[in-house]
């Protein structure tokens, strides 16, 4: 298809792990994106990964690349309630950012 | 360096009416993007500029205009205002350098 998917919604508990999966469409993206949403404010970059790459890891996120199946996740270890947030995936397509819907994610202490 | 800037922060029109939505960035960039972002939709691509004095339409450029008055300026127009424009519209440039994009604060519309 022609859109990058998430799922809408997650909820974990406070010290869990969170995993936030997206699907793209471009096996030739060159590089893939994560940015988080908090409320009333714009996007903020989290994180970015080439497509040459299967993982990146950066303090608590881990970034996943699976290009055969062109699956993207994002992993949030020891989740914290300031997790709480809207996570965008997104690829470099076609000179623009194509953006999934957003995955809200809940943390319950 | 103030990044993206975007005016106003809220506004609220009646059906009919027209306004604009001003952009700026200090970074340099070549690329400029407006993006609105509607409950469920994510961000839709509504116009961009990949270079001072081009403009191309994105995903839902319907309702809209634009003008890229010199490098660090990007304009979004509404000529008359429907309820379906409300949103909360993003103003975006590309770091070519950084290959990321940077995001304003946001413009949330609401049209009566």
């Known amino acids: 298809g022609e859109d990058v998917e998430q799922s809408l919604f997650l909820s974990v508990r406070e010290g869990d792990s969170s995993v936030i999966n997206c699907t793209y469409t471009?096996?030739?993206?060159?590089?893939l994106y994560w940015y988080k949403q908090e409320p009333g404010a714009g996007l903020q970059l989290l994180t970015y990964?080439?497509?040459?790459?299967d993982m990146k890891q950066d303090q608590r996120l881990t970034v996943l690349l699976n290009k055969k199946d062109k699956h993207l996740s994002l992993r949030i270890a020891d989740t914290q309630t300031g997790d709480s947030a809207i996570y965008f995936c997104?690829?470099?397509?076609?000179?623009?950012?194509?953006f999934g819907q957003g995955t809200e994610l809940s943390v319950k202490p | 360096n103030a990044g993206v800037t975007q005016t106003p922060k809220f506004q609220v029109l009646k059906t009919g009416q027209s306004m604009t939505l001003q952009c700026a960035q200090d970074?340099?960039?070549?690329?400029m993007y407006w993006y609105r972002q509607d409950p469920g939709m994510g961000l839709r691509l509504i116009y961009y500029?990949?270079?001072?004095?081009?403009?191309d339409k994105g995903e839902v450029p319907n309702g809209y205009n634009v003008s890229r008055l010199n490098k660090r300026e990007f304009s979004l127009r509404l000529e008359s205002a429907a309820p379906s424009q409300t949103s909360v519209y993003f103003c975006?440039?590309?770091?070519?350098?950084?290959?990321?994009?940077?995001f304003g604060p946001g413009t949330r519309l609401t049209v009566l």
């Open positions: 975006a440039s590309w770091g070519a350098s950084t290959d990321t994009q940077y």
């Open positions: 990964i080439f497509s040459n790459m």
């Open positions: 970074m340099n960039h070549n690329s």
């Open positions: 997104a690829e470099f397509r076609g000179g623009k950012l194509i």
């Open positions: 471009d096996s030739s993206s060159t590089y």
């Open positions: 500029s990949a270079s001072e004095g081009t403009t």
